[in-house]
């Protein structure tokens, strides 16, 4: 089951925090830049909502948050000014600065680019765009309780010039403060992938999601957040994370607030089991599937209550085909947690390797009951009604997870075979289009649109599919004979023999 992986935007967040534990109520000062709407580069979608959720979810944490959406550069530095000013008002408050847009690196510095900016070549940077690190050190002169700043910046250089080294995305900072916490949505110098939804792109949409369970300690917070984007994007997107902070912080509720409904959440791993978790982690990066169940059982063992591991060693379980085990571990995560979205769509797909799709349906369900706008979600509970069937409410979910993340190559892709399968040509053909123009190295995608074009008898396109599924994968059995088939239907037997020879010795 493809997740549709298309790069877009990367997204760092740096986070600078002070030696405080559960501290009493303190002032909170967020500056929340937004910008999408550029007059000299390509203009982005999402950032501005990215910002005025953000906003939202901050101001549901008792912040005081200056929003700027689609800002000059005298904008975002007087925001900066600003929130530095605020902050020092008081040591024991807390800061956020979020931006959401362009952004790139030039000699190992990063930059965040006004809508406004006419940057015609590297060496304007400096004067012409936002200097991240002058961001951190006009924060950290507060010298205040927390500081947290998270910047979404776009995958590439937007520019028609390329800065020396022609590095992607952006970099490490050079001087990571003490106290601090710098968190990467995707490996520097990498891209990330969109994948959980299009009005946040992955990392944003379980930022928010973890921000909205109280008495999450910081480093748990992104560790979550963490494991969930590289679930969700099946580990091509990967966070990192760079620590400084050796204390303990709430960016919400701390555990001995009251909170507001009585929903479990996991006791914290102590330091053995964690170790044992993060090397469970590494073996399953490396897809050595029983060293990393071995691991995180001994987490388990170690705190029984590790939401985490349970789930981690589920996926272990699925990838080695134990959709048993995996379905049984997932279960014991959902007890610790019953509001934990993410672990229901896992436990929906091991149903669905078993052909359960009614549960799957059930899991994915109460899965978009948790978050609303999980296209994942959508996507998975629409592969599982295509394969009883339902081609109608397939359609309607891919439909919804398309509206949810319009780059979503594979919902377009599947939403084309069940169109096709309703005899649709025109809509399935439409579909396939989308998704070959998302990823142009999309065989199945132009062999399964030959198929439609063939069905209309449009003879000549669907050799041109053909033909392209062909060069992506001169293996291709299948579709030398489709190809063949087309031919002979044009009246060309000299080809069609030539394809019908070519899929026998591939094995057709």
Request: charged share 20%.
């Amino acid at each position: 089951m493809g997740l549709g992986k298309i790069p877009r935007f990367m997204l760092i967040g740096v986070f600078m925090l002070a030696a405080f534990g559960v501290l009493g109520a303190q002032q909170k000062f967020a500056l929340v830049i937004g910008n999408g709407t550029y007059t000299t580069v390509g203009r982005l979608n999402n950032p501005v909502n990215d910002a005025s959720d953000m906003k939202a979810a901050l101001e549901g944490l008792g912040f005081q948050v200056d929003l700027v959406q689609n800002g000059s550069l005298k904008q975002m530095e007087d925001g900066v000014m600003r929130l530095s000013r605020r902050l020092s008002g008081s040591r024991g408050s807390y800061g956020f600065f979020f931006y959401a847009g362009h952004g790139v690196q030039s000699s190992g510095e990063n930059y965040l680019i006004p809508v406004d900016a006419d940057i015609q070549a590297e060496t304007m940077l400096r004067t012409k765009a936002l200097v991240v690190q002058w961001v951190l050190d006009e924060i950290q002169q507060a010298e205040n309780a927390l500081n947290v700043v998270v910047l979404d910046a776009c995958r590439d250089n937007p520019f028609s010039w390329r800065t020396r080294g022609g590095g992607r995305g952006l970099t490490v900072v050079g001087a990571q403060p003490a106290e601090s916490i710098i968190v990467y949505a995707t490996s520097a110098g990498s891209t990330a992938s969109d994948g959980a939804g299009g009005r946040n792109g992955l990392f944003t949409t379980h930022l928010l999601n973890n921000l909205k369970t109280p008495g999450l300690e910081v480093k748990d917070l992104f560790n979550r957040v963490g494991r969930d984007v590289s679930q969700a994007s099946n580990n091509a997107q990967r966070p990192a994370i760079y620590s400084q902070f050796f204390n303990t912080a709430y960016l919400g509720s701390t555990p001995s607030t009251p909170r507001p409904t009585p929903t479990p959440t996991p006791a914290p791993a102590t330091g053995n089991a964690k170790a044992s978790y993060d090397r469970g982690g590494d073996a399953y990066n490396r897809k050595e599937y029983d060293t990393a169940i071995r691991e995180y059982t001994e987490a388990i063992k170690l705190n029984p209550n590790y939401m985490e591991a349970y789930n981690d060693r589920g996926m272990a379980y699925r990838a080695k085909g134990d959709n048993d085990r995996a379905i049984a571990d997932y279960t014991q995560a959902i007890r610790i947690n019953p509001n934990y979205a993410l672990v229901y769509v896992n436990r929906g797909v091991a149903y669905e390797n078993k052909r359960d799709y009614d549960r799957d349906i059930a899991d994915q369900t109460e899965a978009i009951r948790i978050n609303p706008n999980y296209a994942l979600a959508y996507y998975d509970r629409g592969v599982a009604y295509g394969a009883k069937g339902d081609n109608d409410r397939a359609i309607a979910d891919y439909t919804e997870a398309i509206r949810l993340n319009p780059n979503y190559t594979s919902a377009y892709y599947n939403r084309g075979i069940e169109y096709g399968a309703k005899g649709d040509n025109d809509r399935a053909i439409a579909d396939y289009t989308e998704a070959i123009r998302l990823n142009p190295n999309y065989t199945s995608a132009y062999y399964n649109r030959g198929i439609e074009y063939g069905a209309k008898g449009d003879y000549d396109r669907a050799i041109a599919d053909y033909t392209e599924a062909i060069r992506l994968n001169p293996n291709y059995a299948n579709a030398y004979t489709n190809r063949g088939n087309a031919y002979k239907a044009k009246g060309d037997q000299t080809r069609a023999d030539a394809d019908y020879a070519a899929a026998r010795r591939l094995g057709n």
